[in-house]
């Protein structure tokens, strides 16, 4: 293999188009259906055709990519299904919009013409988002992309449809849905986004029967009223423990409706009767079940109001609120208006406020299917991770309703249902009919709702696999070994997910579910093009490269917190990339070719501790990744890479390197350096694979792709304490001369004297040992172990474990001068901090100035005070060796 050298400076975006094409032409990434290894398999969550790369994509993705690198170098045979979401509303929306520029609609093609219309849209624009998850380095085995509309999904959606209604499982039913008034379709609770608005409740009198007095509700929807058919007291609500009336008026509509009593009716808020509106609101609809009340529907599919509603028949539904509002006021019966601020769904896609409707839908019996998903997590089958969100998903189990599963568009997999024209009979078949089994009639219409995108998505981790069919990709990789995930669709396709893969395949879809946070901006607060804070990853990625950003996100991924996201940190991990680069080049000028062993007989205490500290992080490194501890993986690999090999192995080891006499221990110091450098490469891909492959082509003694490589066991010499304990007396030494040094205002070209006191006999053991190391790395001129030393005259003391170091600085420093130096240094200080207190001491300032403006001010006055502290620390110093 040819090995090429490095350029001077690292440049990521030539280094990752290269790899990842090598990457794919090398098919690295693929799963082995036929494998002996220990299978290890995630299906992507899919992203919809629409989308692009945003921020909890590039979590997710980078996650998901370091656990499958991970293992690959753990020697598992890897499965990462891709693929993509055909997100019924949303692509029908984005293809609407298309059809509404060129002047025409989807009713003006007819269905299979608007199909073809998205199918095409798809073709053209539906792998934006692979293309993008491939720009982050994601190891997908892209041969077996799916596609939750390609046939052979399809076919496992008309299965399942099919044997769920069989069942009894599926049922047609009146139920309240979410509504959007602008899309045409029912909304599943995901597809509907809370905002609180500035709204009202409205006091009004519905009189009783007979003309008197009467009750009153309060409501946010005096629209909806026109379609009440009770009003509802609590049964132990003592205020109405005398009421004799039993139905009352109900205002503008002159219509009496019964009040009745239900235990639903809160107590402890407003008047305590409640207006009771079946058609138009979810709780209202239980009581009208428990009371036997009919449902009026006032408010239409296109958010107009129904001829059931009277003189407001035909008024949009806002316009018909204020109407509503002003009769009221004429006919006496507005008690009263007070000012609400309160939450309200509007449509995920159109923002249209959500009107809560009377339909006719589709619906899966949930709590049948519920019960093994929930004893699956209770018996440990499946983990949730962390087990904070287990309560989560036992409370919403335990109290599933439902699942609306009809959406009344076009795109998506039409319901295999089929209704004859002639009889009435309803057909639900894995194909279309030719004839009604029940008259024989050939007159047929299929059902036009589409299911659900969320009932597609819960068959993924089988139905990607081949199910119905048993394949061998199924056998070996299902269940699956963990879905990473966002908590924000725990139910709504995890829990979904785990009802279906139980009830299908009889067996959990996965091992572990990982609930990853929310990525935020640098101020902890969400993402969002209104406030202006949107950090687009790919942008990051063009700036930065690809593995500064993904080794960001690692490090700040910690269990149960949410990402705080901004340049800075990611341009800090630049940095990082760059100082393994350029550790390589260094290294790589030494290393000319690969070592099979470890010439232990001739290596030195930092070979000795730099294998130790190697085992070490390995170990570290492993444990964290299996416990989905990224930022922990993520920090042990940081501090081994550069603040162990890189500051202190490679600046320790340059005499040796640079000895032109050679010899074995010469010898043996590049054999250790090419073994922690090669395994230092791998523990780090999972989570920078790019620089980390650029870097290996060019190592001697490495044979194809990284990908290939396995993860470091346990080297020999293995784990040697004795060595560690040496050289934290020598880095602490070393480190307190030279934090002395730069306290003081001493050039590096001035060489120093120090002696050291040892508590302990081997500490002065460990500096005698290493006196050559200490010397070179501190720059001084001697270094010396006296265990009944005095303190010297214009010494300065560094406190180690176990010992005390004296630096000689008689001669070396002018200390009235010094003083002086400090003292102007605290004194302007001083200034700065007292206008500084001043004004975070201003209650106007801190109540009027943005916060990030206080944030700022109160961040550079924590620094500037620990910066006084630091010099007024050395100038106490520089006083106690002036006595």
């Given at each position: 293999?040819?090995?090429?050298?490095?350029?001077?400076?690292?440049?990521?975006?030539?280094?990752?188009?290269?790899?990842?094409?090598?990457?794919?032409?090398?098919?690295?990434?693929?799963?082995?259906?036929?494998?002996?290894?220990?299978?290890?398999?995630?299906?992507?969550?899919?992203?919809?055709?629409?989308?692009?790369?945003?921020?909890?994509?590039?979590?997710?993705?980078?996650?998901?990519?370091?656990?499958?690198?991970?293992?690959?170098?753990?020697?598992?045979?890897?499965?990462?299904?891709?693929?993509?979401?055909?997100?019924?509303?949303?692509?029908?929306?984005?293809?609407?919009?298309?059809?509404?520029?060129?002047?025409?609609?989807?009713?003006?093609?007819?269905?299979?013409?608007?199909?073809?219309?998205?199918?095409?849209?798809?073709?053209?624009?539906?792998?934006?988002?692979?293309?993008?998850?491939?720009?982050?380095?994601?190891?997908?085995?892209?041969?077996?992309?799916?596609?939750?509309?390609?046939?052979?999904?399809?076919?496992?959606?008309?299965?399942?449809?099919?044997?769920?209604?069989?069942?009894?499982?599926?049922?047609?039913?009146?139920?309240?849905?979410?509504?959007?008034?602008?899309?045409?379709?029912?909304?599943?609770?995901?597809?509907?986004?809370?905002?609180?608005?500035?709204?009202?409740?409205?006091?009004?009198?519905?009189?009783?029967?007979?003309?008197?007095?009467?009750?009153?509700?309060?409501?946010?929807?005096?629209?909806?009223?026109?379609?009440?058919?009770?009003?509802?007291?609590?049964?132990?609500?003592?205020?109405?423990?005398?009421?004799?009336?039993?139905?009352?008026?109900?205002?503008?509509?002159?219509?009496?409706?019964?009040?009745?009593?239900?235990?639903?009716?809160?107590?402890?808020?407003?008047?305590?009767?409640?207006?009771?509106?079946?058609?138009?609101?979810?709780?209202?609809?239980?009581?009208?079940?428990?009371?036997?009340?009919?449902?009026?529907?006032?408010?239409?599919?296109?958010?107009?109001?129904?001829?059931?509603?009277?003189?407001?028949?035909?008024?949009?539904?806002?316009?018909?609120?204020?109407?509503?509002?002003?009769?009221?006021?004429?006919?006496?019966?507005?008690?009263?208006?007070?000012?609400?601020?309160?939450?309200?769904?509007?449509?995920?896609?159109?923002?249209?406020?959500?009107?809560?409707?009377?339909?006719?839908?589709?619906?899966?019996?949930?709590?049948?299917?519920?019960?093994?998903?929930?004893?699956?997590?209770?018996?440990?089958?499946?983990?949730?991770?962390?087990?904070?969100?287990?309560?989560?998903?036992?409370?919403?189990?335990?109290?599933?309703?439902?699942?609306?599963?009809?959406?009344?568009?076009?795109?998506?997999?039409?319901?295999?249902?089929?209704?004859?024209?002639?009889?009435?009979?309803?057909?639900?078949?894995?194909?279309?009919?030719?004839?009604?089994?029940?008259?024989?009639?050939?007159?047929?219409?299929?059902?036009?709702?589409?299911?659900?995108?969320?009932?597609?998505?819960?068959?993924?981790?089988?139905?990607?696999?081949?199910?119905?069919?048993?394949?061998?990709?199924?056998?070996?990789?299902?269940?699956?070994?963990?879905?990473?995930?966002?908590?924000?669709?725990?139910?709504?396709?995890?829990?979904?997910?785990?009802?279906?893969?139980?009830?299908?395949?009889?067996?959990?879809?996965?091992?572990?579910?990982?609930?990853?946070?929310?990525?935020?901006?640098?101020?902890?607060?969400?993402?969002?093009?209104?406030?202006?804070?949107?950090?687009?990853?790919?942008?990051?990625?063009?700036?930065?490269?690809?593995?500064?950003?993904?080794?960001?996100?690692?490090?700040?991924?910690?269990?149960?917190?949410?990402?705080?996201?901004?340049?800075?940190?990611?341009?800090?991990?630049?940095?990082?990339?760059?100082?393994?680069?350029?550790?390589?080049?260094?290294?790589?000028?030494?290393?000319?070719?690969?070592?099979?062993?470890?010439?232990?007989?001739?290596?030195?205490?930092?070979?000795?501790?730099?294998?130790?500290?190697?085992?070490?992080?390995?170990?570290?490194?492993?444990?964290?990744?299996?416990?989905?501890?990224?930022?922990?993986?993520?920090?042990?690999?940081?501090?081994?890479?550069?603040?162990?090999?890189?500051?202190?192995?490679?600046?320790?080891?340059?005499?040796?390197?640079?000895?032109?006499?050679?010899?074995?221990?010469?010898?043996?110091?590049?054999?250790?350096?090419?073994?922690?450098?090669?395994?230092?490469?791998?523990?780090?891909?999972?989570?920078?694979?790019?620089?980390?492959?650029?870097?290996?082509?060019?190592?001697?003694?490495?044979?194809?792709?990284?990908?290939?490589?396995?993860?470091?066991?346990?080297?020999?010499?293995?784990?040697?304490?004795?060595?560690?304990?040496?050289?934290?007396?020598?880095?602490?030494?070393?480190?307190?001369?030279?934090?002395?040094?730069?306290?003081?205002?001493?050039?590096?070209?001035?060489?120093?004297?120090?002696?050291?006191?040892?508590?302990?006999?081997?500490?002065?053991?460990?500096?005698?040992?290493?006196?050559?190391?200490?010397?070179?790395?501190?720059?001084?001129?001697?270094?010396?172990?006296?265990?009944?030393?005095?303190?010297?005259?214009?010494?300065?003391?560094v406190l180690i474990d176990g010992a005390t170091v004296f630096v000689m600085l008689e001669g070396i420093i002018d200390f009235a001068q010094?003083?002086?130096?400090?003292?102007?240094?605290?004194?302007?200080?001083?200034?700065?901090?007292?206008?500084?207190?001043?004004?975070?001491?201003?209650?106007?300032?801190?109540?009027?100035?943005?916060?990030?403006?206080?944030?700022?001010?109160?961040?550079?006055?924590?620094?500037?005070?620990?910066?006084?502290?630091?010099?007024?620390?050395?100038?106490?110093?520089?006083?106690?060796?002036?006595?």
């Open positions: 293999m040819s090995r090429e050298l490095l350029d001077k400076s690292y440049s990521p975006e030539d280094v990752e188009k290269h790899w990842y094409a090598y990457w794919e032409q090398e098919k690295l990434f693929a799963a082995d259906e036929t494998t002996t290894k220990k299978p290890y398999s995630i299906v992507i969550p899919p992203p919809n055709v629409t989308g692009v790369l945003h921020m909890g994509h590039a979590l997710n993705n980078t996650m998901q990519d370091i656990m499958c690198r991970y293992r690959r170098l753990k020697g598992d045979s890897v499965l990462w299904m891709p693929g993509t979401d055909h997100a019924g509303i949303a692509t029908q929306n984005v293809v609407e919009k298309k059809l509404a520029a060129e002047g025409t609609d989807r009713h003006q093609l007819g269905r299979e013409q608007f199909i073809e219309s998205v199918w095409e849209w798809r073709k053209q624009y539906g792998s934006a988002i692979i293309n993008q998850l491939k720009r982050l380095g994601a190891s997908c085995d892209w041969d077996r992309e799916r596609f939750t509309m390609d046939e052979g999904l399809s076919r496992a959606v008309r299965k399942v449809f099919v044997q769920l209604y069989d069942e009894g499982l599926i049922y047609q039913g009146d139920y309240i849905i979410n509504w959007c008034c602008r899309c045409h379709t029912a909304l599943s609770d995901l597809e509907v986004e809370h905002e609180d608005i500035d709204g009202a409740f409205y006091h009004i009198r519905y009189p009783f029967a007979d003309g008197s007095g009467g009750l009153t509700v309060a409501t946010t929807r005096p629209e909806t009223m026109l379609g009440d058919t009770a009003v509802a007291l609590h049964p132990d609500d003592e205020r109405y423990a005398g009421l004799t009336a039993t139905t009352v008026t109900l205002p503008l509509m002159n219509r009496e409706i019964p009040i009745i009593r239900d235990t639903y009716v809160d107590l402890s808020t407003g008047t305590g009767a409640l207006k009771v509106t079946p058609a138009h609101d979810p709780n209202d609809f239980e009581i009208g079940k428990r009371h036997d009340l009919p449902s009026i529907k006032v408010i239409a599919d296109d958010g107009s109001m129904t001829e059931e509603a009277g003189r407001f028949a035909s008024m949009d539904r806002f316009a018909c609120r204020k109407a509503v509002v002003e009769a009221l006021k004429a006919e006496g019966l507005l008690e009263r208006i007070e000012p609400h601020r309160h939450s309200v769904g509007h449509c995920y896609r159109c923002k249209t406020v959500v009107e809560p409707n009377l339909s006719r839908q589709w619906f899966v019996k949930a709590k049948p299917l519920a019960e093994k998903a929930i004893e699956a997590v209770k018996t440990g089958k499946t983990h949730i991770i962390p087990e904070s969100w287990t309560k989560t998903y036992f409370d919403w189990m335990y109290n599933i309703r439902d699942w609306c599963i009809s959406r009344q568009i076009w795109w998506g997999h039409q319901i295999p249902a089929w209704t004859c024209q002639g009889c009435r009979r309803m057909v639900v078949a894995l194909e279309a009919p030719d004839v009604c089994p029940d008259c024989g009639s050939t007159d047929l219409v299929q059902e036009t709702d589409v299911l659900d995108t969320w009932f597609s998505s819960a068959l993924w981790p089988f139905s990607t696999m081949g199910w119905p069919d048993q394949t061998d990709l199924l056998k070996t990789y299902y269940p699956t070994s963990v879905l990473v995930t966002g908590f924000d669709i725990l139910f709504f396709w995890v829990a979904r997910m785990m009802m279906m893969g139980i009830h299908f395949m009889d067996e959990i879809p996965f091992k572990d579910v990982y609930v990853h946070a929310l990525v935020r901006d640098e101020e902890g607060k969400k993402m969002s093009k209104s406030k202006g804070n949107v950090i687009d990853p790919l942008n990051v990625i063009d700036q930065y490269g690809t593995d500064a950003f993904r080794f960001t996100l690692a490090a700040f991924a910690a269990q149960g917190r949410d990402v705080k996201m901004s340049e800075k940190r990611v341009e800090g991990y630049r940095h990082f990339i760059n100082k393994l680069w350029n550790a390589a080049r260094f290294s790589l000028m030494h290393l000319e070719r690969g070592f099979d062993a470890i010439d232990a007989a001739n290596i030195s205490l930092q070979d000795r501790w730099i294998l130790s500290r190697l085992n070490r992080v390995a170990r570290q490194t492993e444990e964290a990744l299996d416990a989905y501890k990224f930022n922990e993986a993520a920090g042990a690999v940081y501090q081994f890479v550069w603040h162990e090999l890189c500051d202190w192995y490679l600046e320790a080891i340059k005499p040796t390197l640079y000895d032109e006499a050679g010899g074995a221990a010469k010898s043996a110091t590049l054999s250790v350096l090419w073994r922690v450098f090669r395994e230092a490469l791998v523990i780090l891909h999972p989570f920078a694979p790019f620089v980390t492959e650029e870097i290996w082509h060019s190592l001697p003694g490495t044979e194809g792709s990284i990908m290939r490589a396995s993860w470091p066991e346990t080297l020999t010499p293995g784990d040697d304490p004795d060595a560690e304990a040496q050289m934290q007396t020598v880095m602490a030494t070393i480190t307190g001369i030279r934090n002395v040094r730069g306290e003081m205002n001493i050039a590096p070209s001035t060489a120093l004297e120090a002696v050291v006191q040892p508590e302990d006999p081997q500490i002065g053991d460990a500096v005698e040992k290493n006196r050559d190391l200490i010397v070179n790395l501190a720059r001084l001129s001697d270094i010396r172990v006296d265990a009944s030393v005095q303190r010297p005259k214009a010494a300065a003391t010094e003083q002086a130096r400090l003292d102007k240094e605290i004194g302007k200080l001083s200034k700065e901090l007292s206008g500084m207190n001043r004004k975070l001491g201003n209650e106007d300032f801190l109540k009027k100035a943005p916060p990030e403006v206080v944030a700022g001010v109160r961040e550079k006055h924590a620094a500037m005070l620990e910066k006084q502290h630091a010099l007024e620390a050395t100038r106490d110093r520089v006083q106690a060796m002036m006595e």
